[in-house]
C-alpha cells in the first residue's frame, strides 16, 4: 500500500523518473485541452447547440459568477487561472471512475506546485490591480506591527491549501485501498462515492480560497447591480 | 528495551492517539457550525446559496484540522523516517 502515486515508477533513468503522478497529470491535461478544443470547434450563438456547448457554457459561466460574488471585477481577467484550478482539480477527482487511475492530487508535489501558483499569482494580480507601493502598503494595515503577522500568514495559507488538498485526496485513496483488503465490494463503492463528493468539495474550496486571496490582494468591488434595480 | 523497539512503540500509540484526540475538535467545531447555519437558514431562506456556500468552506476549513492529524498519523505509520533508519541499521548489521 503506498502513500501517493509517487511511488508508482514506470520508467527511470539517473534521477529522471517517470511515476504515475507525472504520468495521470498529463494524460488528465490532454483529455481537457482536447475535449475543449473538439467542444469549442464550431460554436453556435443562436438557439441550437450542441450539448457540450450547453455544458461548457454552465461550467464557465457559474466559475463567472462565482468569481464576480467574491468581489473580483471583470471576472474574466481572473477566469483562466481560477477556472482551470478549478477544473483541473475536479477532473483529477472525477476520473477515479476510471479502474487504475490514481488521482495525481493525492501526492504532495502536485498539490504544493498547485498552492504556489496560488502564492505567485496573489502578489500578481494584486501589483497589477494597485500598482507595486499600494500593494506593499497593504500589508502594514491595519498596523505597521502586524508586518511580520502578515508575511506569516500568508506562508502559512499557502502551506495549508497544499496540505488540505493532499490530506483530502490520500486519505480518500488510502480508506479505499485499505476497505477493499477487508471487505466485499458494497461497502467501498459507498467510500468511493464519497471520495468523489469530497473531492469536488475541495476544488471548490481550493478555487474558491484562491479567489478570496486575490481578491484581499486587489480592491474589493461589491457585483454590478441588475437591470431590475 | 532496545530502541528499535521503543520507536515501534512510541510510533504506533502516537499515531493512534494522534488521529483519536485530533479529531474531537474539528467533529464538535463542525457540529456547531452545521447548527448555526441551519439555524440561520431557517430564519432567512431565501438566503440559502449564501448560506450553504459560506456553510461548506467553513466546514472545509474545521476539517483541515483534522486531515492535519490523519496525515501526521499516516506518516507514522507509512514513511517513518526513525523506523527506515532503524531498519537500515538492523538489515545493515
Known amino acids: 500500500m503506498h502513500l501517493s502515486p509517487d511511488e508508482i515508477i514506470f520508467w527511470q533513468q539517473g534521477f529522471l523518473k517517470l511515476n504515475a503522478t507525472i504520468a495521470f497529470t498529463w494524460g488528465l491535461m490532454f483529455v481537457l485541452a482536447v475535449g475543449s478544443k473538439l467542444v469549442t470547434r464550431k460554436l453556435s450563438t443562436g438557439l441550437q447547440r450542441s450539448r457540450w456547448q450547453n455544458l461548457l457554457e454552465l461550467v464557465v459561466t457559474a466559475i463567472n459568477q462565482q468569481i464576480e460574488e467574491v468581489g473580483l471585477r471583470p471576472p474574466e481577467k481572473y477566469l483562466g487561472f481560477l477556472g482551470t484550478l478549478f477544473l483541473f482539480i475536479a477532473m483529477a477527482s472525477v476520473f477515479t471512475i476510471v479502474p487504475g487511475y490514481e488521482p495525481p492530487t493525492g501526492s504532495l508535489s502536485t498539490t504544493v506546485a498547485l498552492a504556489f501558483c496560488v502564492f505567485v499569482a496573489v502578489p500578481l494580480f494584486g501589483i497589477e490591480d494597485r500598482g507595486l507601493g499600494g500593494y506593499l502598503r497593504a500589508y502594514l494595515k491595519p498596523t505597521f506591527i502586524m508586518l511580520p503577522f502578515n508575511i506569516i500568514s500568508e506562508l502559512s495559507r499557502t502551506l495549508a491549501l497544499a496540505v488540505r488538498l493532499f490530506g483530502n485526496m490520500m486519505s480518500g485513496t488510502m480508506i479505499l485501498a485499505i476497505l477493499l483488503t477487508i471487505t466485499p465490494f458494497v461497502f467501498p463503492i459507498a467510500m468511493s462515492a464519497l471520495g468523489l463528493l469530497t473531492g469536488m468539495v475541495q476544488a471548490y474550496i481550493f478555487s474558491i480560497l484562491a479567489t478570496v486571496y486575490i481578491a484581499a490582494a486587489t480592491r474589493m468591488r461589491k457585483p454590478e447591480l441588475g437591470p431590475e434595480d | ?93
Not at chain 2, 13 to 27: D, E, F, K, R, Y
Open chain 2, 1 to 93: 528495551m532496545d530502541s528499535m523497539t521503543l520507536i515501534a512503540i512510541a510510533s504506533i500509540v502516537t499515531a493512534g492517539l494522534t488521529i483519536a484526540l485530533g479529531s474531537i475538535g474539528p467533529a464538535l467545531g463542525e457540529g456547531r457550525a452545521v447548527a448555526t447555519a441551519l439555524s440561520s437558514l431557517a430564519q432567512q431562506p431565501d438566503a440559502a446559496t449564501t448560506i450553504t456556500r459560506t456553510l461548506f468552506v467553513g466546514l472545509a476549513m474545521i476539517e483541515s484540522i483534522a486531515i492535519y492529524c490523519f496525515v501526521v498519523a499516516m506518516i507514522l505509520i507509512f514513511a517513518n523516517p526513525f523506523w527506515s533508519h532503524v531498519i537500515a541499521q538492523a538489515a545493515g548489521k
